[in-house]
């Protein structure tokens, strides 16, 4: 199996700098991901994920469902 580096060697130059540019991305894409956060600020990226059961279930009827699935 090759290294990323062998395989990048083989690239064209004009692929070199896309490369480049995708592996910098996956850095930052990394670092912001696992910035750490001050101590008890709660992290929020899954808010709104469930907005569309909020006409259908309550808050409680949802409560209930995670402990069904927990139980699992």
Do not use: C, I, N
Not at 30 to 35: D, L
Not at 59 to 70: G, I, R
């Amino acid at each position: 199996m090759q290294t990323l580096k062998e395989l990048v060697d083989q690239l064209p130059p004009e692929l070199e700098q896309e490369a480049r540019d995708f592996v910098e991305f996956l850095l930052e894409k990394r670092a912001t991901r696992f910035k750490p956060r001050k101590s008890g600020e709660l992290k929020l990226d899954w808010r709104g994920a469930l907005r569309e059961l909020r006409d259908k279930y309550t808050s409680v009827d949802l409560q209930h469902k995670a402990l069904e699935w927990w139980g699992d």
